[in-house]
């Protein structure tokens, strides 16, 4: 079983930035690779980025070179910091991980860029 909780959302001005962060806990240590997904009003939920546990990284176009994902050493916390952040950018953010052929997710936390 693997527990995320999200936070970091909220309001903010196209151009600006948000710091988003997904804490894991439960059998983390089995968890190869966690991933920010979002779902805009209307939309499937899509793929924003994933880390592995190796460290290796994979965007959305859409996002590429304003967004960056990391997580700690012990793989406990994944964080997503959005930088220029646009109106399309609006949407629940999700944090995923798989694990034995499930998908785990968070809560999800809402991210407002206004124009």
């Known amino acids: 079983q693997v527990q995320l909780v999200e936070s970091g959302g909220g309001l903010v001005q196209a151009g600006g930035s948000l710091r988003l962060s997904c804490a894991a806990s439960?059998?983390?240590?089995?968890?190869?690779?966690m991933g920010w997904y979002r779902q805009a009003p209307g939309k499937q939920r899509e793929l924003v980025a994933t880390?592995?546990?190796?460290?290796?990284?994979n965007y959305a176009d859409s996002v590429k070179g304003r967004f960056t994902i990391s997580r700690d050493g012990a793989k406990k916390t994944v964080t997503l910091q959005m930088n220029n952040l646009k109106p399309e950018d609006t949407g629940v953010y999700y944090c995923?991980?798989?694990?034995?052929?499930?998908?785990?997710w968070g809560q999800g936390t809402q991210v407002t860029v206004s124009s």
């Open positions: 995923q991980a798989p694990l034995l052929g499930r998908n785990y």
């Open positions: 439960g059998t983390i240590f089995s968890i190869n690779v």
């Open positions: 880390i592995t546990d190796g460290g290796s990284t």
